[in-house]
């Protein structure tokens, strides 16, 4: 499987510091987009700890011979490692205290996608000329519309949209949400944060990749996009196609 991959981040027009992170690794084909949250620059520790400790997870423990069904338990356990990392951390420094961070995963091995997420950060696929989301984002918000309780329209008005239901490092027992999926040749998955969903539609998100050459012109191009549109806050976007062959 030939990936090809473009990230990028962004503190936007609003802040002083940038909490998101990310990380790609082509060869590996593991994607990553981590949002910290926590005062005192807490949000930029939680958001690199937990990205580091997937990293650590997946180089020491991953080789191309293993089964996908060993991928999504040694996936967990990292987040699982990263929640306990983080929350000890915040529990030694008390200027660290209440840190936490979102976590998306995406690991492309063996033609299939393995998803593990735990927050509001997104996957999105997009696959002939269709954007479908991949994650649930686990705010209140979200619960409420999937229960029906309010509506789409609502829901995107609503100023408690960001109020998560869980987070590493700051949730106990994390609900960890995995999804595996078969890959098809053409297939561009898109990890991002809030501050990019925030400031654009799914509909605007779809013109920009139907527009531009992915993944780095589509990139820079969505990025510009949430910035022309307020940029308020920390934008991060990475892009992975892969390839036709
Ligand atoms: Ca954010």
């Given at each position: 499987m030939k990936l090809t991959a473009y990230g990028q981040t962004d503190v936007g027009?609003?802040?002083?510091?940038?909490e998101d992170c990310f990380y790609l690794d082509e060869q590996r084909g593991l994607f990553i987009v981590a949002d910290g949250m926590g005062g005192h620059a807490a949000g930029e520790i939680a958001s690199k700890m937990a990205v580091d400790t997937v990293c650590e997870a997946i180089e020491s423990k991953f080789n191309?011979?293993?089964?996908?069904?060993e991928l999504q338990p040694l996936l967990a356990a990292a987040v699982t490692q990263a929640n306990r990392s983080i929350s000890q951390a915040a529990a030694e420094n008390p200027t660290w205290h209440g840190m936490g961070t979102t976590l998306t995963v995406l690991l492309l091995h063996a033609r299939q996608a393995f998803l593990t997420h735990v927050g509001d950060s997104r996957l999105y696929r997009w696959r002939n000329k269709t954007l479908t989301r991949l994650s649930d984002d686990h705010t209140l918000i979200d619960a409420q519309l999937r229960r029906g309780i309010i509506s789409e329209r609502e829901a995107s008005q609503s100023?408690?949209?960001?109020?998560?239901?869980q987070a590493v490092g700051i949730t106990e027992e994390l609900d960890i949400c995995q999804k595996t999926l078969p890959t098809e040749p053409g297939d561009c998955f898109l990890l991002c944060s809030d501050g990019l969903t925030d400031m654009l539609s799914q509909e605007s998100i779809s013109e920009i990749l139907t527009s531009s050459s992915l993944p780095q012109t589509g990139c820079r191009e969505l990025m510009a996009a949430a910035l022309a549109a307020g940029g308020r806050d920390n934008i991060t976007a990475v892009l992975v196609t892969v390839d036709n062959k």
């Open positions: 027009r609003m802040r002083s510091n940038n191309e011979q293993m089964a996908p069904e100023d408690l949209r960001n109020i998560l239901l």
